[in-house]
């Protein structure tokens, strides 16, 4: 099983014609992603690998029941495309872009609050639910099938642990890319409590940054639901200085907030387990999942 995406999901490529998007398209669709339309502004007619192209995503979802949507479009004009799928009805917006300005996020929080939409990222790189979609930038081939649950603010970080899982024998029942900026669509809770639900997933694993409190938050969601699913974590930015950014614009610390070891402790008190050794990460899970 997986969560939010699968085999069934209906993907429109927001941004289809740009050179990120083109690429990224062709990625999907050798990867077995059911694309089945794009949208740009003033090109609707044209074609993209096959992919028909639409002026809107209102034409995208009456055309062609698009369901979830993955945004390449240029920073200005990126939260006004999340708006305008979430406006479509699209159940599940992945944004890829980088430098969407803070400001314009806090305008797509508040049109998102009432609508069915689940947004994730902005800055990420999107969710796979390996055999069945993927929805952004993964590299498919390291990714396969499995029981483990994957929530990231990295993007490289995700690939690496990804790999280590594979490599031990360990497949992924869903990988998600929840963003690096000061502002996402979605939280480490958010998907903590979607895994929890999701009866194919046994462990879950977070890979978490400095700045922010998403895992402190995480930590008491954890002791309040006494969560019933193994949960292992790895924070990057341990010897990172505060003041300086590290990476994602959400990778800070700042005002005495956001540091590695308050994180690892509230994890840790949490009963999580944290591994301060990156390239042990794959090893520890497949010890706690197989008893090796």
Not at 185 to 191: A, L, R, Y
């Amino acid at each position: 099983m997986s969560i939010l995406v699968d085999e069934k999901s209906r993907v429109v490529v927001q941004g289809i014609t740009g050179r990120e998007g083109t690429f990224h398209t062709k990625q999907m669709l050798a990867y077995g992603t059911n694309v089945v339309a794009g949208v740009t502004p003033g090109k609707g007619g044209q074609s993209v690998e096959g992919v028909p192209v639409f002026n809107t995503v209102k034409q995208a979802v009456a055309e062609e029941g698009a369901d979830v949507s993955c945004i390449f479009v240029p920073a200005p004009f990126a939260a006004d495309a999340v708006m305008e799928a979430a406006a479509a009805g699209i159940e599940v917006v992945v944004c890829i872009t980088e430098g969407i300005p803070v400001l314009d996020m806090v305008k797509v929080a508040h049109f998102l609050k009432d609508r069915h939409c689940v947004l994730i990222g902005p800055n990420c790189p999107g969710i796979i639910s390996p055999g069945k979609t993927k929805v952004g930038i993964m590299p498919g081939p390291i990714h396969r099938e499995g029981s483990v649950g994957v929530i990231s603010r990295s993007g490289t970080l995700t690939y690496e642990v990804v790999d280590q899982l594979t490599k031990a024998g360990l497949g992924q029942s869903t990988c998600i890319g929840i963003g690096g900026d000061p502002i996402v669509g979605t939280t480490f809770v958010d998907h903590l409590e979607r895994f929890q639900d999701d009866p194919d997933t046994e462990c879950v694993v977070l890979i978490g940054e400095i700045g922010g409190s998403a895992e402190e938050d995480a930590a008491r969601y954890v002791v309040d639901t006494k969560y019933p699913k193994p949960i292992l974590s790895f924070i990057a930015g341990r010897t990172a200085p505060p003041g300086r950014r590290m990476g994602h614009a959400g990778a800070i610390i700042s005002g005495g907030q956001g540091k590695a070891e308050d994180k690892i402790r509230a994890l840790e008190d949490a009963g999580i387990t944290v591994v301060l050794n990156l390239p042990e990460l794959g090893a520890t899970v497949r010890r706690i999942l197989k008893g090796d």
